[in-house]
Structure formats: C-alpha cells, structure tokens
C-alpha cells in the first residue's frame, strides 16, 4: 500500500483536528491512534516520495528503448493486463516445483545476466542498477550482507528473475526501505526483505507493489513492515488516452513457502499482508505475530489458499473479499499464540468473508469451500469448520447466511499438491522462507516460536520514549508495550535486530553469474559468458537457470504438462462466470 496518499489523507484531517480511531480487538472495540504527522514531517515525506519518483522515471526512460526493443523479438510489455488470458504462458513451470496461479510466469529466462557484486544502494554491481534495467534479467548475486536502501526500488520493467539462493555464504538482506514490483512476468526465490525501519514519515510495505502479472514468489522471508510484511493484489493502469486510472487485479499469481513476520507496532499497524487476484494462489506459507490481515483478501474473484500456517494474531486472522469472491480455504493450520485472545471468536476464526459494499449495506456475500482447516486447541471447529469457523458481520441472523456462502466443493484453482493441514504445518516450519543459503536467525526463531507457542521478545527501556513521540495515549502505550511481550513488537530490536550476513565471494572468471567450480563440474567453460543463456540438455532451461534450480544441466530432459488455461477453469464452473460478471 502506498503511503504517500494516505500521508496526504490523514494530514488534512489532522490540521483540523479530527483524529482517527479504529480497530477490532477480538470482541470489544479499541482506538488505533494514528500518529500525528506533523507539517514537517509530512513535507519531507513528500520530498523524498518526489526524489524517488524521479529517480524511478530518469530509470524508466534508461529501460524504455530496450524494453522496445524484445517487443521486437516476441517479449511485449503489457501493463493492461486483467485476465489470466492476457498474459502469454511459457511452456515450462517457472522452475521446478513452481505451481499455481504463477506457474508459468516467463521470469528473466533468456535474458541478460546481472550478478550483484557490492551491497551499495546504487550503481553498478548494485541490486539496484538490476532491478531498474530493461530487458528479460536474471539477477544472481555474488556478494553477501545487508543491502540497505536509501529508498524504494521499483520494479517496473518485466521479464526478471531474482535467485537469492545464489549468494555465497550467509546471503543477502534487503533493509531500509521496500521493494516493489509493479510489472509483470517476475520470479523471486529464496529472498529477505526485512526492511526494519521506524521514521513516522514513511510507513510502507517491506515487500509489495502492485504486480501486473504472472507472479511467481517463492521462498521469500518478509518482515520488520510498518503498513503490512508483503501485499499485492492488484495494480494501476493508466489508459494513454489520458482516461481515469483504472484498478485492475493481480492475474496469474502465486506466493508459496514463504514467511510473513512481526509487522512493527509502532503505528499500530502489524499488519501481515492483502493477498489476491484473478487466478491467486497462495500455499506453503506462515505468518507469523502480526495483529491482522493473516492475511486481508484484497481483490474479487477466485483466492486459493491452502497448506498455509497461521500464527499468533490478535485481532484478524483471514477476511475480505466481496460478492463477487469465491474462496478455496484448505487445510491450512491456524495456532493462537499468546497474543490471541483465547476464548473469543477470533481465535478460532478461519475465514471472515465480507458483503457486497452497498449503501445501505446488504447481506451478499460470495461463494466459500472451507475445509480440512486445523484450529489448534479447538476440537469443534477443526472438526467441523463451518461449526463456528467461518464468521459474518451480517445484518440479519448469520446462521441464515452461512449455508447460502457454503460450498460443498472446492472451485476451479490452478494445480497446487495440496497436505493435510497436520502434513503442512510440519512441511512449512522446516521448508518455508529463504532457506537458501542457509535459513537466518530471524526465520529460525520465528519458527521456533511457532512450534513451542513460546516468543521471546523485550520490550526495553527506551520503549515508552519512543512510543510517546507519535502522542499516542499513555493507555494505548501501556497496551502496545505490553503486546511486545506478546510477540507483537514496535522496533526490530526487541528481537534482536538484524543478523550478521557474511560470505566470500565464489569464483566466477568469466562474470556470468555461475561459479567457476560449477561450471567445470557439469562441463560447461567457466571462460565462455555466453554460456549462461545456452541449454546444454534442451529442456527449455537455460543452464545458469538449471544452476539457480539446483539441477545438472547435462541431465535428460523433463516432459512437463501442458498449461492449462484459466479459461479452461472458468468455463467448468458456469457459477463463476455469473458471479465475476456482477457489479
């Protein structure tokens, strides 16, 4: 989510004195103060928002002409896109063991290598300089450490692959600001964006944007957010015409085994994620110790969540969506944890689907298939999870709502293998998150606290000062100080702060992003550059993919199935097509 409208939103309400609260806290309702901005503030939030946005258009008119030109050569930027059908498929996953929605996103594949050699915010060799290219790239890095941005990096020309898997040593963190994918075909594995930052004037995502298209996330560890730990769900398109933006989702999209973490308290926004699209698909994921959003659907049509671990909220586990969403909600683990307020019908809330937004409101909800859901510490629920585990605010009796909500049946989703909740939970503890390298200490303890139920977070002595800046209440203080025992923190150094991310660099000769030991292994010419974009086994792979993928280059090639269509989907179920169609 963007701060910089809702910076300008709530200071107009603020110089005129109205202060805004709100904020479900299991049954009872309580004031989430916002901060107050000051003009100050809110001035040099609008000069370093004006800075980047320059920076982000000196580096798309850079990128324009080689964007142009692979139009040429069939790679075509398509920033209208709002079916599934819009975007091409390639014919082979993503990499193997990609699934979902993004399944068949292109990436980089093909394209020039960039390997990221220096941890500098910018220039040459820095992750920035390949982000902000032009052109299908895959990034690599031979550099290890902390990579702190001065300010957000927007991704916004397609076609890009980032392998964090390829960093020697401990690998890479991304800090200090966000990172933001606002095009389409990109693949992200094995990455942290921990962005850690408190100043009141910049409260964004660590991870986010707004994605054209097929997506494909995977093991990525997002945390230490002060709006949300990771969002995306829909992007904005402006028509060349000049007409009114227009809002348009997500299409194909997959976030898998992946880690969503303490959101900072200091705002009183720990917010986890909004997740959606056309074509979504979310599963082998945690989130873990943020209050809400675990996570928020933030766009109508079809959400597919499954064999996803839910950890420690205190008010909002999964909700959203509209009339017009048709959830899949399967086998996925949810396990209260200290923040949890056991006993109230938020701790053993699986889904909250919402209402048509109509004036005056209505009972219209979508369709929902909720099944084989675990609730930790709650027999009935997980037994049965329509007994109690999908919840409505309706305005009539909701017990005469739920069955018109209830499906007996999953809906079409993109192919996923799907566990039993029990299976999944211990397939996510050990798998989920950037692993490699090697899986950090923030991911280790984070998980640690899932499976023991147990946080170990210290408020500190400094906390009441720091808290008071924003003129919260000394009650809300009292609150937020006492959540941070909780596992629900304000600052990253509550737990510890960030690692120590050390690593030597590998030898690479001929500077195309594979090892020289690699290279000689699978009998490829660790003096040739070239031979990154060749396929050594003609399975569609390029070999400095098969080298990111962990595979032998010279092995035999792998039939895949072929992609299917979302139009193939959509056409099996004549429910759906009726429902998107409504206004």
Not at 36 to 60: G, K, N, P, T, Y
Not at 70 to 83: D, H, L, T
């Given at each position: 989510?963007?701060?910089?409208?809702?910076?300008?939103?709530l200071?107009?309400?603020?110089?005129?004195?109205?202060?805004?609260?709100?904020?479900?806290?299991?049954?009872?309702f309580?004031?989430?103060?916002?901060?107050?901005?000051?003009?100050?503030?809110a001035?040099?939030?609008?000069?370093?928002?004006?800075l980047?946005?320059?920076?982000?258009?000196?580096?798309?008119?850079r990128?324009?002409?080689?964007?142009?030109?692979?139009?040429?050569?069939?790679?075509?930027?398509?920033p209208w896109?709002?079916?599934?059908?819009?975007?091409?498929?390639a014919e082979i996953?993503a990499?193997?063991?990609a699934?979902?929605?993004?399944?068949?996103?292109?990436?980089?594949?093909?394209?020039?290598?960039y390997?990221?050699?220096?941890?500098?915010?910018?220039?040459?060799?820095?992750?920035r300089?390949?982000?902000?290219?032009?052109?299908?790239?895959?990034?690599?890095f031979?550099?290890?450490?902390?990579i702190?941005?001065?300010?957000?990096?927007?991704?916004?020309?397609?076609?890009?692959?980032i392998?964090g898997s390829?960093?020697?040593?401990?690998?890479?963190?991304?800090?200090?600001?966000?990172?933001?994918?606002?095009?389409h075909?990109?693949?992200?594995?094995?990455?942290?964006?921990?962005?850690?930052?408190?100043?009141?004037?910049?409260?964004n995502?660590?991870?986010?944007?707004?994605?054209?298209g097929?997506?494909?996330?995977?093991?990525?560890?997002?945390?230490?957010g002060?709006?949300?730990?990771?969002?995306?769900?829909?992007?904005?398109?402006?028509?060349?015409?000049?007409?009114?933006?227009?809002?348009?989702?997500?299409?194909?999209?997959?976030?898998?085994?992946?880690?969503?973490?303490?959101?900072?308290n200091?705002?009183?926004?720990?917010?986890?994620?909004?997740?959606?699209?056309?074509?979504?698909t979310?599963?082998?994921?945690?989130?873990?110790?943020?209050?809400?959003?675990?996570?928020?659907?933030?766009?109508?049509?079809?959400?597919?969540?499954?064999?996803?671990?839910?950890?420690?909220?205190?008010h909002?586990?999964?909700?959203?969506?509209?009339?017009?969403?048709?959830?899949?909600?399967?086998?996925?683990y949810?396990?209260?944890g200290?923040?949890?307020?056991?006993?109230?019908?938020?701790?053993?809330?699986?889904?909250?689907?919402?209402s048509?937004?109509?004036?005056?409101?209505?009972?219209?909800?979508?369709?929902?298939?909720?099944?084989?859901?675990?609730?930790?510490?709650n027999e009935?629920?997980?037994?049965?999870?329509?007994?109690?585990?999908?919840?409505v605010?309706?305005i009539?009796d909701?017990?005469?709502?739920?069955?018109s909500?209830?499906?007996e049946?999953?809906?079409?989703h993109?192919?996923?293998?799907?566990q039993?909740?029990?299976?999944?939970?211990?397939?996510?503890?050990?798998?989920?998150?950037a692993?490699?390298?090697?899986?950090?200490?923030?991911?280790?303890?984070?998980?640690?606290?899932?499976?023991?139920?147990r946080?170990?977070?210290?408020?500190?002595?400094?906390?009441?000062?720091?808290?008071?800046?924003?003129?919260?209440?000394?009650?809300?203080?009292?609150?937020?100080?006492?959540?941070?025992?909780?596992?629900?923190?304000?600052d990253?150094?509550?737990?510890?702060?960030?690692?120590?991310y050390?690593?030597?660099?590998?030898?690479?000769?001929?500077?195309?992003?594979?090892?020289d030991?690699?290279?000689?292994?699978?009998?490829?010419?660790a003096?040739?550059?070239?031979?990154?974009?060749?396929?050594?086994?003609?399975?569609?792979?390029?070999?400095?993919?098969?080298?990111i993928?962990g595979?032998?280059?010279?092995e035999?090639?792998?039939a895949?199935?072929?992609?299917?269509?979302?139009r193939?989907?959509w056409?099996?179920?004549?429910?759906?097509?009726?429902?998107?169609?409504?206004?």
């Amino acid at each position: 989510m963007n701060f910089t409208t809702m910076n300008r939103f709530l200071f107009r309400l603020l110089a005129t004195g109205i202060v805004l609260v709100g904020g479900f806290f299991g049954g009872s309702f309580t004031a989430a103060q916002y901060p107050r901005i000051s003009s100050e503030v809110a001035a040099e939030s609008a000069r370093r928002d004006q800075l980047m946005q320059r920076h982000s258009d000196e580096a798309w008119e850079r990128a324009l002409p080689v964007i142009e030109e692979w139009e040429e050569k069939g790679k075509p930027y398509i920033p209208w896109a709002a079916k599934p059908e819009d975007l091409p498929q390639a014919e082979i996953p993503a990499f193997p063991g990609a699934e979902g929605g993004g399944m068949y996103s292109f990436g980089g594949r093909g394209g020039k290598v960039y390997v990221v050699t220096n941890l500098s915010d910018r220039g040459p060799g820095s992750f920035r300089e390949a982000l902000e290219a032009g052109g299908p790239r895959i990034v690599v890095f031979n550099v290890a450490g902390i990579i702190r941005l001065e300010e957000r990096i927007r991704i916004r020309a397609p076609y890009i692959t980032i392998a964090g898997s390829t960093a020697p040593g401990d690998g890479v963190c991304i800090a200090g600001d966000t990172v933001e994918i606002d095009t389409h075909d990109v693949i992200i594995r094995q990455m942290r964006f921990r962005r850690g930052t408190t100043w009141v004037g910049n409260r964004n995502d660590s991870f986010g944007g707004n994605p054209v298209g097929n997506i494909m996330i995977d093991h990525v560890s997002a945390s230490w957010g002060l709006d949300e730990n990771m969002s995306m769900y829909r992007h904005m398109y402006q028509p060349p015409d000049g007409s009114k933006e227009e809002k348009l989702p997500t299409t194909n999209i997959t976030i898998q085994y992946s880690i969503f973490s303490e959101a900072l308290n200091t705002y009183h926004h720990a917010f986890g994620s909004t997740i959606g699209g056309y074509n979504s698909t979310f599963h082998h994921n945690l989130w873990a110790c943020n209050t809400g959003r675990n996570p928020s659907v933030g766009m109508i049509y079809d959400f597919t969540f499954a064999n996803n671990v839910v950890f420690n909220w205190r008010h909002r586990t999964t909700d959203g969506g509209d009339h017009r969403s048709f959830y899949n909600i399967i086998n996925n683990y949810y396990k209260p944890g200290p923040v949890t307020p056991l006993g109230d019908p938020i701790s053993y809330r699986i889904l909250k689907p919402e209402s048509r937004r109509a004036k005056p409101p209505v009972d219209d909800y979508g369709r929902a298939y909720v099944h084989g859901n675990v609730v930790e510490g709650n027999e009935r629920v997980t037994a049965d999870n329509w007994d109690g585990g999908v919840q409505v605010d309706s305005i009539g009796d909701p017990q005469t709502i739920l069955p018109s909500i209830r499906s007996e049946a999953p809906y079409p989703h993109s192919h996923i293998t799907i566990q039993s909740a029990n299976d999944a939970y211990e397939e996510v503890l050990q798998h989920a998150g950037a692993t490699l390298p090697k899986r950090d200490a923030v991911d280790q303890r984070v998980t640690e606290s899932v499976r023991t139920g147990r946080v170990s977070a210290v408020a500190g002595a400094s906390v009441r000062q720091q808290l008071s800046n924003p003129n919260y209440s000394d009650k809300t203080v009292d609150e937020m100080i006492h959540e941070v025992s909780l596992g629900i923190i304000t600052d990253i150094e509550q737990v510890g702060g960030y690692p120590d991310y050390r690593g030597e660099p590998y030898s690479d000769s001929d500077g195309d992003g594979m090892p020289d030991d690699w290279e000689t292994k699978h009998g490829l010419d660790a003096n040739n550059a070239s031979d990154a974009s060749a396929d050594l086994n003609g399975d569609g792979y390029t070999n400095i993919e098969e080298y990111i993928n962990g595979r032998d280059p010279s092995e035999p090639k792998q039939a895949w199935p072929a992609p299917h269509t979302y139009r193939d989907l959509w056409n099996s179920d004549p429910d759906l097509r009726s429902r998107f169609e409504r206004g």
